[in-house]
């Protein structure tokens, strides 16, 4: 049942929530977040140390942390946490290049990312990949949608509250 503060909260109409439809999308949301702590638990990794990982198997090796940051939802402080720590364990190394550090795999990352990094991966691809090109499609358009829809009320929102 739905709880009657919600619409005092977020007022009537357009405003409010309009089913229950929302409620599962986040709960999906919560669902495939806690997948991906799974699979940096698989690793043996911090959710940031697997998130640093997938950062550069997808666009490989000799990234700054700033590459690593701008690319992925993750902000400045915990990509420098998570590579501190990465560099700790002996999975990651950054070597000075110019004025920038970039990132390099050692040989127990090399291995982490083959055994472990590689094959979760591709799950998530093959997993994509089970769907059909058209479903695929519609998948992307309709986040792409979704994402915009909020970055406009949410901007929206931190204008309000800035007045």
């Not at 909260?9 to 702590?37: N, P």
């Not at 090399?110 to 055994?115: R, T, Y």
Request: aromatic share 8%.
């Amino acid at each position: 049942m739905k709880d009657k503060s919600t619409d005092a909260l977020c007022g009537a109409g357009a405003g409010s929530i309009c089913d229950e439809t929302w409620s599962v999308m986040t709960d999906l949301w919560f669902e495939l977040d806690a997948l991906s702590r799974k699979c940096a638990g698989i690793c043996g990794l911090s959710e940031t140390g697997y998130a640093v990982l997938c950062n550069l198997f997808e666009y490989g090796e000799g990234r700054t942390q700033t590459d690593v940051y701008k690319s992925d939802i993750l902000n400045k402080q915990t990509v420098n946490s998570g590579v501190k720590q990465l560099i700790a364990e002996g999975v990651l190394r950054a070597e000075v290049c110019g004025r920038q550090k970039k990132l390099f795999l050692t040989e127990k990352g090399k291995d982490l990312m083959k055994n472990r990094i590689l094959p979760l991966v591709q799950m998530d691809n093959d997993a994509f990949c089970a769907m059909d090109l058209a479903e695929r499609q519609k998948f992307i358009l309709t986040l792409r949608t979704y994402k915009q829809n909020f970055e406009h009320a949410l901007s929206a929102f931190v204008e309000k509250c800035a007045k």
